[in-house]
């Protein structure tokens, strides 16, 4: 069978895709894979998409994957493509697997929750030309009526193939024009690093965050998944042998500190064996270890964010983050034992909380300004995901009016322009560059007084004063290692360097 996976997003990591076409083709269909780059602000222009319709003319099936904020344009794809055509198409993702039902207004079928085994039972069944609307896993659009079947269980992870690489079956939109992808298109994408998840699920379920529902759509199977170190290794192995280039390995899944000390022994002695730098996202307070820390220091990690949202015990409990002040405390110190060796540690911080007063954000201010530098605040604004608990509040507190404007063409890297989330980017900027603003100063940022005769806005205007020369010197250092690159030809690490300092 011919299959045609699209994905929309920005880079080209595409996790969930490049695991499905690897499945795919381990059962012999033949499977292109076509990256379509773009914001989700943005919707396609007419002539790419003439493009991609006539790219796909001819195969069996076209499966797009869907993450909320790209409902508009993967819906403009689909109706293009369906008015030219009668292929069959599935959307698959976070949020088909929330909203089936919205989405089958669009597509004919869509995959429920993990896809590897639903879509390749579905077409294998396809190419016997077998009746196939029972799959588990997938709904399906008949006759103008749904055709819904149960969820199939969570597979075993290590029986799962590698992402598919292969990129002489990958293309790409570059330029408004589809072409064949490339090393050198990969590299401008993506860099140098290389991303997978050594472990699915998340045992946390914050009341923001789709896990909470997905954890309960499976009440029987455990919330959290591993893979074995040996897979793990393997892949990493097996990519490095294929694209020399990558130079660095980002574990961008939600619990990969979960993993047991002697599970994270075993996998550093091999992991150095590599000699790639590590990325880790995904850190909470409640599992990071000074051992597990240490080790993964010393095997090459440099990098990683941990998520703290607030420092506000009410909003915690709205979060459902189940952690302390203290164990923040007691995690940003062991951190801080390596910042020799770890670049900038990055903790997430959650903003636009409408339920939030300015005193409980005050709080949070106070108590980052408490916390040692260097690190970064990875600040991000409040938004209310579909099949989230904080969704369901949100509209009933009327707070969501239009889903497409209220939550789908909302970005949540771009928090509210608030004179106290200017104070978290302010913070951000002192701390990234290893200094603090004192308490005392903090203090008087934030007074009520101060702010009602506006005398906060004089400290306001001195510490930006103070923190513009270091701002000065990252951009002149920027400015000095991009020269020294472009003698050097390597255009790749200055759209790396371009990106950092931008994200800082």
């Not at 909470?284 to 990690?301: F, H, I, N, Q």
Request: proline residues 5%; glycine residues 6%.
């Amino acid at each position: 069978m011919k299959v045609i996976l699209i994905s929309p997003y920005a880079d080209l990591q595409a996790f969930g895709i490049r695991i499905i076409s690897a499945c795919l083709k381990r059962e012999g269909h033949e499977v292109q894979m076509l990256f379509l780059p773009q914001q989700f602000t943005v919707q396609y222009e007419d002539h790419l998409l003439n493009e991609v319709v006539e790219f796909s003319k001819g195969v069996d099936l076209i499966g797009i994957s869907v993450m909320t904020n790209f409902f508009r344009n993967v819906s403009q794809i689909t109706l293009k493509l369906k008015d030219a055509y009668n292929i069959p198409v599935l959307w698959g993702g976070i949020h088909p697997t929330i909203r089936p039902e919205e989405c089958l207004g669009y597509a004919d079928m869509v995959c429920i929750g993990e896809g590897e085994e639903a879509i390749v039972e579905l077409l294998n069944k396809m190419e016997k030309r077998q009746s196939y609307y029972d799959v588990c896993g997938i709904w399906f659009k008949n006759k103008g009526s749904i055709i819904t079947n149960p969820l199939r269980s969570l597979p075993s992870l290590d029986h799962i193939p590698f992402q598919d690489y292969d990129i002489s079956t990958h293309f790409i939109s570059n330029n408004g024009r589809i072409e064949k992808l490339d090393i050198k298109l990969l590299r401008e994408y993506n860099g140098e690093i290389y991303m997978t998840l050594p472990t699915r699920g998340c045992p946390f379920g914050c009341t923001y965050c789709c896990n909470n529902t997905l954890n309960a759509m499976y009440p029987h199977q455990k919330p959290l998944r591993k893979r074995s170190v040996y897979s793990i290794i393997e892949e990493l192995s097996e990519i490095k042998a294929i694209f020399p280039f990558i130079n660095c390995i980002k574990f961008d899944d939600d619990a990969f500190f979960t993993f047991s000390v002697e599970e994270i022994k075993e996998f550093c002695i091999q992991y150095k064996k590599l000699g790639l730098a590590l990325i880790i996202g995904g850190v909470t307070p409640t599992t990071l270890d000074r051992e597990k820390l240490s080790l993964l220091v010393d095997a090459g990690l440099n990098e990683f964010r941990m998520g703290i949202q607030t420092g506000n015990e009410r909003t915690k409990k709205l979060y459902n983050r189940r952690y302390s002040n203290e164990q923040v405390e007691r995690s940003v110190k062991i951190i801080n034992e390596f910042k020799d060796r770890i670049v900038l540690p990055q903790f997430d911080i959650l903003l636009d909380n409408p339920w939030e007063t300015d005193e409980e954000l005050i709080e949070t201010l106070m108590f980052l300004s408490k916390l040692p530098p260097p690190y970064r605040l990875q600040i991000f604004s409040l938004t209310f995901y579909p099949g989230t608990e904080l969704y369901k509040k949100a509209k009933m507190d009327g707070m969501i009016t239009d889903d497409m404007k209220d939550v789908y063409l909302k970005s949540i890297s771009y928090p509210n322009k608030t004179y106290l989330n200017r104070l978290f980017f302010l913070l951000s900027d002192y701390a990234s560059n290893g200094l603090r603003i004192p308490s005392q100063i903090m203090h008087m940022l934030t007074n009520r007084n101060m702010r009602l005769f506006r005398l906060n806005w004089v400290f306001y205007v001195v510490l930006i004063m103070l923190i513009s020369p270091f701002a000065l010197k990252r951009s002149i250092n920027l400015v000095q290692k991009g020269i020294k690159d472009v003698q050097n030809g390597d255009w790749f690490r200055i759209h790396r360097y371009i990106q950092k300092y931008f994200n800082a």
